[in-house]
C-alpha cells in the first residue's frame, strides 16, 4: 500500500449556468483532480476546487503546492499513513483543498485496496442523503423557477437562497418570491457569503421573521467581531458558520466566541479526517452541522455524499450536493443520480466512483 506518486492534474469544464454569490462567481469548475497511486496499482482519486475569494489558492498554486511541496513529502508512505502525512502536509500553511484532495484520495485508495466503499470506513450511518440546493444570483422569478425546476426534475424540496446584495430589498424579494413558489413545506435557508454588514443583515433577518428560514450562514463578515456576535445573538435560527471555520480549530474559536451555533462542514476544504474531526467537535459541544457545497464538481460531490452519510450528525440534514448539476459536463463514467430528492449511497469500493479517462483527457488544461 506504499504511494509511489502523487498527481496533480489540472482541468476546465465550463457550466451551463454560472453560480453568482455575494463573495465571487463561478463559470468554469477549474479544478484540479488529484490521483494517488499505490506500489499495488490503486489510483485514489479527489478533486480540489481553487476558491480564492474564499481560501487564496488558484489552480495554479493547488497543483504547484502538490508537485513541489506535498508529493514528495508523502510518496513512499503507506495510504494508512494518513495522519503522519497530515502532520507532514500541516507544516505548510494553508492550501487546504490540496490537503484536503491528497487526504480523500488516500482515503479512497484505502477503500479501494480492502473492497469496502469509504461511508461504511468512516462510520457507515445512512444509505441516503435529503438534497439541498444553492440557488444563486438573480431576479426573483428566475430564482422561484430554479427552485421549482429542481423540486420537479429531482424532487428536491430544500433551498439554500444565496443573498448578501446591497440595498437588502432585492434579496428579500428574492426570498419572498421562493416561498411563495415552493409553498410552506420546503425548507428555505439563507447564505450571504458575508455580503452584509452586521446592522443590514440583522434588518433582513427582521424582515424575513415570517418566512419560516430553518437556518442563515455567513451574512457579516466574522471579522467585523462584535457586530456579528451582536448579529448571531439576536438571530431566532441557527447562524452557521462557514467560511470564518475552515479548521477545527476555527471552528472552536467561532463557536466559543458566538460569533456562530453551528457549522458547514465541507469535506473539499477539511477531507475527511479533518471533516470528522469537526463533525465530534461540534456535536461535543452541541452546534448542529449541515454538509455545505463548495460548488463542487461530481467527485467532490460523491466525497461530500460519502461524508454525509456516515455520521449521525450530517445525515440528518439536508446536504448541498447538487450544484455539478450546473457543469455543461462532468469526468466520471456514472454520473451521479438524484431521485426523490436524495443520494443514495455509492457501493462500489473507496469512493464508488470510476474516472472517464477520455473525458480526463479531454478536459485537462496540462496537455
Ligand atoms: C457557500 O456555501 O458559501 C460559495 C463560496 C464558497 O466558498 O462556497 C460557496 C458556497
Ligand atoms: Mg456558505
Request: glycine share 8%; with cysteine.
Amino acid at each position: 500500500m506504499r504511494i509511489i506518486d502523487v498527481r496533480a492534474i489540472p482541468f476546465a469544464i465550463p457550466y451551463r449556468k454560472p453560480l453568482h454569490f455575494a463573495s465571487g462567481h463561478i463559470e468554469v469548475a477549474d479544478n484540479v483532480l488529484v490521483e494517488v497511486e499505490t506500489e499495488d496499482g490503486i489510483v485514489g482519486v479527489a478533486e480540489a476546487p481553487p476558491r480564492p475569494y474564499t481560501y487564496g489558492e488558484t489552480q495554479a498554486s493547488i497543483v504547484a503546492v502538490i508537485d513541489s511541496l506535498f508529493a514528495p513529502a508523502i510518496r513512499g508512505a503507506s495510504i494508512l499513513d494518513r495522519e503522519p502525512v497530515r502532520a507532514k502536509l500541516a507544516r505548510t500553511v494553508g492550501n487546504p483543498t490540496a490537503k484536503a484532495a491528497i487526504d480523500m484520495a488516500m482515503w479512497d485508495a484505502w477503500g479501494k485496496a480492502v473492497g469496502q466503499p469509504v461511508h461504511r470506513l468512516l462510520g457507515g450511518y445512512a444509505q441516503r442523503l435529503q438534497v439541498s440546493h444553492m440557488l444563486g444570483f438573480d431576479d426573483p422569478a428566475a430564482m422561484a423557477d430554479e427552485a421549482i425546476r429542481m423540486r420537479d426534475e429531482f424532487g428536491i424540496d430544500s433551498f439554500k437562497v444565496k443573498v448578501g446584495r446591497l440595498p437588502i430589498d432585492r434579496d428579500i424579494a428574492v426570498c419572498r418570491a421562493i416561498r411563495n413558489a415552493v409553498g410552506d413545506d420546503a425548507e428555505l435557508y439563507l447564505d450571504g457569503n458575508r455580503g452584509w454588514p452586521a446592522s443590514e443583515a440583522a434588518r433582513a433577518v427582521r424582515e424575513l421573521a415570517d418566512l419560516g428560514l430553518s437556518r442563515v450562514e455567513e451574512l457579516c463578515p466574522a471579522d467585523d467581531v462584535l457586530g456579528r456576535r451582536w448579529l448571531v445573538g439576536q438571530c431566532p435560527v441557527p447562524f452557521v458558520a462557514d467560511e470564518s471555520a475552515p479548521t477545527p480549530a476555527d471552528v472552536t474559536r467561532e463557536l466559543l466566541a458566538g460569533a456562530a451555533n453551528a457549522i458547514s462542514i465541507k469535506t473539499a476544504r477539511t477531507g475527511f479526517s479533518d471533516s470528522l474531526r469537526v463533525a465530534h467537535l461540534a456535536e461535543g459541544l452541541g452546534a448542529e452541522v449541515v454538509i455545505g457545497n463548495q460548488i463542487d464538481g461530481q467527485v467532490g460531490t460523491a466525497c461530500s455524499l460519502a461524508f454525509g452519510a456516515s455520521q449521525r450528525t450530517t445525515a440528518n440534514k439536508a446536504a448541498e450536493l447538487s450544484n455539478y448539476l450546473d457543469m455543461a459536463d462532468d469526468l466520471l463514467t456514472e454520473p451521479l443520480r438524484i431521485t426523490d430528492g436524495a443520494m443514495t449511497v455509492l457501493h462500489g469500493p473507496g469512493l464508488g466512483i470510476e474516472i472517464d479517462r477520455k473525458k480526463l483527457d479531454y478536459y485537462r488544461t496540462d496537455r
